[in-house]
């Protein structure tokens, strides 16, 4: 698939604003499963403000041979089209349990009512079904990479205040 114009554009806007900046690596990616729909949406929640972290099924990494996000990294987010919305930087990165993520982590999730109760009721479905893929199956003690992460740079409002 083809990179769609916006990243580059909105990589190179956000670092004309800094000319000390010198990162010259980021990623592009899009929340979610996959599908468009889920996409558009949490990257709304990332537009509002209220998603802050999100969390991916570490076994994943290890089977595709991923490296695992890191802080500091730099983020473009897409919409559910593949186009750049907004920057956000990796601020921290935990690695524990599945049984052990909080009401912070499920908070600063973003989604739903933002308790660990709909946390739970949404990810334990997915890395349920994303285990067999990896020839796994899902148990609450699984290793989970919650990631942390602020806005920085929006398509519509640019820079964001820190």
Same mark, same amino acid.
């Given at each position: 698939? %083809?990179?769609?114009?916006?990243?580059? &554009?909105?990589?190179?806007? /956000?670092?004309?604003?800094?000319?000390?900046?010198?990162?010259?690596?980021?990623?592009?990616?899009?929340?979610?499963?996959? %599908?468009?729909?889920?996409?558009?949406?949490?990257?709304?929640?990332?537009?509002?403000?209220?998603?802050q972290?999100?969390?991916?099924?570490?076994? *994943?990494?290890?089977?595709?041979?991923?490296?695992?996000? /890191? &802080?500091?990294?730099?983020?473009?987010?897409?919409?559910?089209?593949?186009?750049?919305? *907004?920057?956000?930087?990796?601020? !921290?990165?935990?690695?524990?349990?599945?049984?052990?993520?909080?009401? $912070?982590?499920?908070? *600063?999730?973003?989604?739903?009512?933002? %308790?660990?109760?709909?946390? !739970?009721?949404?990810?334990?479905? /997915? /890395?349920?079904q994303?285990?067999?893929?990896l020839?796994?199956t899902?148990? &609450?003690?699984?290793?989970?990479?919650?990631?942390?992460?602020?806005?920085?740079? $929006?398509?519509?409002?640019?820079?964001?205040? *820190?």
């Amino acid at each position: 698939m %083809t990179e769609h114009p916006s990243i580059q &554009e909105m990589w190179n806007a /956000f670092t004309s604003q800094h000319p000390t900046f010198t990162h010259s690596t980021y990623t592009a990616w899009a929340f979610g499963d996959g %599908t468009k729909e889920m996409a558009d949406d949490l990257c709304k929640l990332v537009l509002e403000g209220k998603k802050q972290g999100t969390s991916s099924y570490y076994a *994943a990494y290890e089977k595709e041979n991923e490296l695992l996000p /890191f &802080e500091g990294q730099w983020n473009i987010i897409l919409d559910g089209d593949g186009i750049a919305q *907004a920057i956000m930087q990796t601020i !921290k990165v935990d690695v524990l349990p599945y049984n052990e993520i909080t009401e $912070r982590h499920a908070y *600063a999730e973003g989604e739903g009512d933002q %308790t660990l109760s709909y946390w !739970k009721q949404v990810h334990d479905p /997915f /890395f349920s079904q994303l285990a067999p893929t990896l020839g796994l199956t899902f148990q &609450e003690k699984d290793l989970v990479v919650y990631e942390w992460l602020k806005l920085v740079y $929006r398509k519509e409002a640019k820079e964001v205040s *820190a």
